[in-house]
């Protein structure tokens, strides 16, 4: 298992931007695939976006395509969530997490991941 620690969350107007990362703890960080999800108010966590080991392939929540985007630093042992265009409903509590599949039937899982974050508000007014 990792450790992992998330910042950057905020308060933002609608349309701004809030850049998310995710630092993590161990020398493993490069073998696991890492993944955003998010739990507003009352409502289920979900999946929002994921970044294999590499960097080289990514998976998105269809309504955050195109707005955000995943990235990691393999030598920084750090995953980031560019997040632009922002709405209301993005408004939530983010949570990085990690895990060793990589499959888009298994990354929107929850259960698939062995390590969480405390996670970071991010809150955006209208």
């Known amino acids: 298992q990792v450790q992992l620690v998330e910042s950057g969350g905020g308060l933002v107007q609608a349309g701004g931007s809030l850049r998310l990362s995710c630092a993590a703890s161990?020398?493993?960080?490069?073998?696991?695939?890492m993944a955003w999800f998010r739990q507003a108010p009352g409502m289920a966590r979900e999946f929002v976006a994921a970044?294999?080991?590499?960097?080289?392939?990514?998976y998105y929540l269809d309504s955050v395509k195109g707005r955000f985007t995943i990235s990691r630093d393999n030598a920084k042992n750090t995953v980031y969530l560019q997040m632009n265009s922002l709405k209301p409903e993005d408004t939530a509590l983010y949570y990085c997490?990690?895990?060793?599949?990589?499959?888009?039937?298994?990354?929107?899982?929850?259960?698939?991941?062995?390590?969480w974050g405390q996670g970071t508000q991010v809150t955006v007014s209208s």
């Open positions: 997490a990690a895990t060793i599949f990589w499959s888009p039937t298994m990354l929107t899982q929850i259960s698939r991941y062995d390590s």
């Open positions: 161990g020398r493993t960080f490069s073998t696991y695939a």
């Open positions: 970044i294999h080991w590499s960097g080289a392939n990514t």
